[in-house]
Each structure stands twice: as structure tokens, then as C-alpha cells.
T-cell receptor
Framework: AAGVIQSPRHLIKEKRETATLKCYPI?????VYWYQQGPGQDPQFLIS???????DKGSIPDRFSAQQFSDYHSELNMSSLELGDSALYFC????????????FGPGTRLTVL | AQSVTQPDIHITVSEGASLELRCNYS??????LFWYVQSPGQGLQLLLK??????LVQGIKGFEAEFKRSQSSFNLRKPSVHWSDAAEYFC???????????FGTGTRLKVLA
């Protein structure tokens, strides 16, 4: 079965640079979520989109922005990168319903030097 | 605010032994409950979920979990652990009115041969 695709899988950036992470949801899923998992931490919710509209917002820094496109893929844009942004970034997708089970991608590991 | 507690940060069991990972949540109404497993450097794989109905739910890889409303718990169990079960296990909660997950801090399982 098709899963959530994230690219790139690994990314190395310098401080103050910009990064763009991409997420391709499972076909027919209409909702995308972004989570950040720091080293040894639990995943923290950043933001979600349903039908290209922001549906929920968590602890996402102002330096980050995201959007969902007409083909339902999503991009997380991160500017003015800081060392503390080094983390594993997960994308999850779901079909919006009462159950709304989220299926996670493999993650993008971002390292900021 | 809703929260999820996984009291055990690390658990070590021998292969073939039984396993129980604890999860407690704080929420007034019945939440939607999930267990995910994360192998090193990998994404989050859904093991099982509870929404309503039978309080004992079966998942993949021989795992099961029991929802106990009186104890606000959703403990994960497996009767006989395999070496391949070594991983980090996250309990997650989704509350009505929102679709984001709140994760516990995770339990790292080590399996001795």
C-alpha cells in the first residue's frame, strides 16, 4: 500500500539558511500534519492543513511557514535556521473523518550546523 | 490541558517474556487513543487504536491494548516479546474538537537474547 512520502530524507544546512521540506500524502487523504521530534523527544505538533486551508496550529515558530497545494502535497518552509531546529520532521496524512487516523511518513532529518 | 504520561522511559525484557507498557492520559471525555512504534531512525508505525466499543483492541505484530476509563489508562501488552520488538513506543491521544495528536514521551524497549 502507498505510504506518506517525504523528501528529502536528510538535509544539512548552515545557520541562518533556509530549508524546504516536502510531503506527499497517501492517495485520497485530504489532511496533512507536520510534527517536529527533537533528539530524545516526543513528536510535537506544528501545523495541519485540510483541503489546502490551515486547520490547526501548534508550536510552530514564526520563522516557519507551510502550505498545502492543490494536489494535496505540503511543504514546510523554514527560514533563518537555528541550531535548535535540528530535528526529525514528520509529516502525517489522514482522511478527515471521525476516526481520523494519522499515518506517518519516514521523516526528514534536518541538521543545522 | 490534555496530556499523556508514559511513566517508564526504559524497559528491558528477555526475549519470550511478556511485556506491558503503561500509558495514562488526562482528559475529561473519552479520547481517541493510539500506540505507535518507532525503530531507530525510522518513522512512526501505527500499532493499534481505540475509538469506542470493545475496550480490548488488537493490533499488528501480536500487540494488544486495553482501555480502562476508571484508570485513564491505555496500556500496551504483548504475551511474548521478540528481539525485533526492540524500539521506542509512543502512546498518543487525540481529543474531540481537534485533530492533532499529543504524544507521550515514549518508552524505549530493549530485548535481551
Amino acid at each position: 500500500a502507498a505510504g506518506v512520502i517525504q523528501s528529502p530524507r536528510h538535509l544539512i544546512k548552515e545557520k541562518r539558511e533556509t530549508a524546504t521540506l516536502k510531503c506527499y500524502p497517501i492517495p485520497r487523504h485530504d489532511t496533512v500534519y507536520w510534527y517536529q521530534q527533537g533528539p530524545g523527544q516526543d513528536p510535537q505538533f506544528l501545523i495541519s492543513f485540510y483541503e489546502k486551508m490551515q486547520s490547526d496550529k501548534g508550536s510552530i515558530p514564526d520563522r516557519f511557514s507551510a502550505q498545502q497545494f492543490s494536489d494535496y502535497h505540503s511543504e514546510l518552509n523554514m527560514s533563518s535556521l537555528e541550531l535548535g531546529d535540528s530535528a526529525l520532521y514528520f509529516c502525517a496524512s489522514s482522511f478527515l473523518s471521525l476516526e481520523n487516523t494519522q499515518y506517518f511518513g519516514p521523516g526528514t532529518r534536518l541538521t543545522v550546523l | 490541558a490534555q496530556s499523556v504520561t508514559q511513566p517508564d522511559i526504559h524497559i528491558t525484557v528477555s526475549e519470550g517474556a511478556s511485556l506491558e507498557l503503561r500509558c495514562n492520559y488526562s482528559y475529561g471525555a473519552t479520547p481517541y487513543l493510539f500506540w505507535y512504534v518507532q525503530s531507530p531512525g525510522q518513522g512512526l508505525q501505527l500499532l493499534l487504536k481505540y475509538f469506542s466499543g470493545d475496550t480490548l483492541v488488537q493490533g499488528i505484530k501480536g500487540f494488544e491494548a486495553e482501555f480502562k476509563r476508571s484508570q485513564s489508562s491505555f496500556n500496551l501488552r504483548k504475551p511474548s516479546v521478540h528481539w525485533s520488538d526492540a524500539a521506542e513506543y509512543f502512546c498518543a491521544v487525540r481529543t474531540s474538537g481537534t485533530y492533532k495528536y499529543i504524544f507521550g514521551t515514549g518508552t524505549r524497549l530493549k530485548v535481551l537474547a
